[in-house]
């Protein structure tokens, strides 16, 4: 028998708990929340909101989205968590009276200090930016941060070669000569186009996995990825 060439991720098990109350899809749909929590408070930005009242928003939001019955409610857009999250965060602004509400309430996620955003100038929209645009943006970036966590773990046995070469992927035209990068560690030029090769297979196949986690179908994949890096080139 041959594994399954597309296991269920986070978005899919998310899907599967529509027709019931499922702990494992609820903790799903947290995680994810949990993930993508800084392009809703961008997009709310966008909207013209200011810091604190996008922080209540954002809190207030998750209040809503991790409610215990939301699952048995819920409706895939076009199979992208992305989409879905917007769609839900534009029809919960129109009910204010239920927006007020939910401000009230925490919701039990670990969200970034909010002073830390503002440096990170997540709040700034690109000139000419519609809100939707800043929130597919800021998901990208998020994406890639995540990414890039994730491969500092996995080269964390070699971490001076890696903070010498994570560059070939955050900036490639800012990387050192080789050959600086090889005197300076004590390593062939050869070694380090070896690892330069590595990194960027072991990035790239990074990302795949992280947009994986966000669609429902194995097909919507290589789409997700490509909307998301021209976004990113722009």
């Given at each position: 028998m041959y594994p399954d060439p597309f296991p269920p991720t986070r978005w899919t098990l998310v899907l599967s708990a529509r027709e019931g109350d499922n702990r494992d899809s609820f903790e799903a749909l947290e995680h994810l929340a949990s993930e993508y929590w800084q392009p809703i408070y961008t997009y709310l930005r966008g909207k013209g909101r200011t810091?604190?009242?996008?922080?209540?928003?954002?809190?207030?939001?998750?209040?809503y989205l991790l409610r215990r019955d939301f699952l048995s409610n819920l409706q895939p857009e076009g199979g992208r968590f992305r989409n879905f999250l917007l769609v839900c965060l534009r029809r919960w602004m129109k009910d204010e009276v239920n927006r007020v509400i939910n401000v009230k309430r925490k919701a039990e996620i670990a969200l970034e200090p909010w002073h830390e955003l503002e440096l990170h100038g997540s709040a700034s929209l690109p000139k000419g930016s519609s809100p939707e645009e800043a929130f597919d943006r800021s998901w990208a970036n998020a994406l890639v941060s995540r990414a890039m966590t994730a491969l500092q773990e996995r080269w964390s046995h070699r971490a001076d070669l890696f903070s010498a070469l994570r560059l070939v992927v955050e900036s490639p035209g800012s990387v050192e000569p080789y050959a600086e990068i090889a005197a300076r560690l004590g390593m062939t030029e050869g070694a380090i186009g070896k690892a330069v090769h590595d990194l960027r297979r072991q990035f790239a196949e990074q990302i795949q996995a992280e947009v994986r986690d966000t669609v429902a179908r194995e097909e919507d994949v290589e789409g997700e990825l490509r909307y998301l890096v021209d976004l990113l080139r722009r």
């Open positions: 810091h604190d009242e996008a922080q209540d928003d954002t809190q207030g939001f998750f209040a």
